[in-house]
T-cell receptor, first 115, second 114 residues
Framework: DTGVSQDPRHKITKRGQNVTFRCDPI?????LYWYRQTLGQGPEFLTY????????KSRLLSDRFSAERPKGSFSTLEIQRTEQGDSAMYLC?????????????FGPGTRLTVT | AQSVAQPEDQVNVAEGNPLTVKCTYS??????LFWYVQYPNRGLQFLLK??????LVKGSYGFEAEFNKSQTSFHLKKPSALVSDSALYFC????????????FGTGTSLTVIP
C-alpha cells in the first residue's frame, strides 16, 4: 500500500495526558499537512511541512500542539495536556513536490477521544 | 478572508437522476479548487480539481465540476447518480496569495435513493 498511513487509528486518553500521532506520507511527497476535523465540519488546517521545515502553522493552533518532521519523511503531532475539546479526527495529507497544483492525498485519520 | 461555503448540508436525489452539490468560494487571488469525497470510516478521496484552463473539469467516478468565476462557484455534478455515490462531499480552495493553506467547506451529505 503506497498511500498515506496514520497511527494509531484510535486513541482514548484521559484529560491532562499527552498524546502523539504519527503520519507516514506517500514516499515521494515532500509536502505534508495536518488537519483536525470535528463532527459536522470540514477539515481545519493545523500545520504544513515542506520536507523537514514547518512553514506554516494555523493561528488557531494552541501552544499545546507541536508537530515535527525530523527527516522530511514521517511526521508526528503531539498534544500536551489534552482537553476534552481536543477530541476530534486528526488527518494527515501529503502532496507531490509540485505541490502548488497538486491535490492532497489524505490518510485515514486518527480519532482522538479525551475523557 | 478565504472561505468556502457549501450551502446545503444534505442533498437527496433519486438513482439515475442528475445530481448537483453546490460550492461557492471567497479568495483574494486566483483559486485552486478541489472536490473530495469521504465515505464512512474512510479518508478523504480526491475527486477533481480546477487549476486553470477549461472551466469544466472531469474527475473520478463520472463526476465533473464547473468553475464559474463571475459567480465564484465550483459546483459538483454528475449526470446520473448511483446509490454508491452516497457519501459526504467536501469542496476546498487554495488561495495562491496566502500560502499553502487549503480551506474546506463544511461538507454536503449526498444520499442517492434507490
Amino acid at each position: 500500500d503506497t498511500g498515506v498511513s496514520q497511527d494509531p487509528r484510535h486513541k482514548i486518553t484521559k484529560r491532562g495526558q499527552n498524546v502523539t500521532f504519527r503520519c507516514d506520507p506517500i514516499s515521494e511527497h515532500n509536502r505534508l499537512y495536518w488537519y483536525r476535523q470535528t463532527l459536522g465540519q470540514g477539515p481545519e488546517f493545523l500545520t504544513y511541512f515542506q520536507n523537514e521545515a514547518q512553514l506554516e502553522k494555523s493561528r488557531l493552533l494552541s501552544d499545546r500542539f507541536s508537530a515535527e518532521r525530523p527527516k522530511g519523511s514521517f511526521s508526528t503531532l503531539e498534544i500536551q495536556r489534552t482537553e476534552q475539546g481536543d477530541s476530534a479526527m486528526y488527518l494527515c495529507a501529503s502532496s507531490s513536490p509540485l505541490g502548488e497544483k497538486y491535490e492532497q492525498y489524505f490518510g485515514p485519520g486518527t480519532r482522538l477521544t479525551v475523557t | 478572508a478565504q472561505s468556502v461555503a457549501q450551502p446545503e448540508d444534505q442533498v437527496n436525489v433519486a438513482e439515475g437522476n442528475p445530481l448537483t452539490v453546490k460550492c461557492t468560494y471567497s479568495v483574494s487571488g486566483n483559486p485552486y479548487l478541489f472536490w473530495y469525497v469521504q465515505y464512512p470510516n474512510r479518508g478523504l478521496q480526491f475527486l477533481l480539481k480546477y487549476i486553470t484552463g477549461d472551466n469544466l473539469v472531469k474527475g473520478s467516478y463520472g463526476f465533473e465540476a464547473e468553475f464559474n468565476k463571475s459567480q465564484t462557484s465550483f459546483h459538483l455534478k454528475k449526470p446520473s447518480a448511483l446509490v454508491s455515490d452516497s457519501a459526504l462531499y467536501f469542496c476546498a480552495v487554495r488561495d495562491l496569495n496566502t500560502g499553502n493553506q487549503f480551506y474546506f467547506g463544511t461538507g454536503t451529505s449526498l444520499t442517492v435513493i434507490p
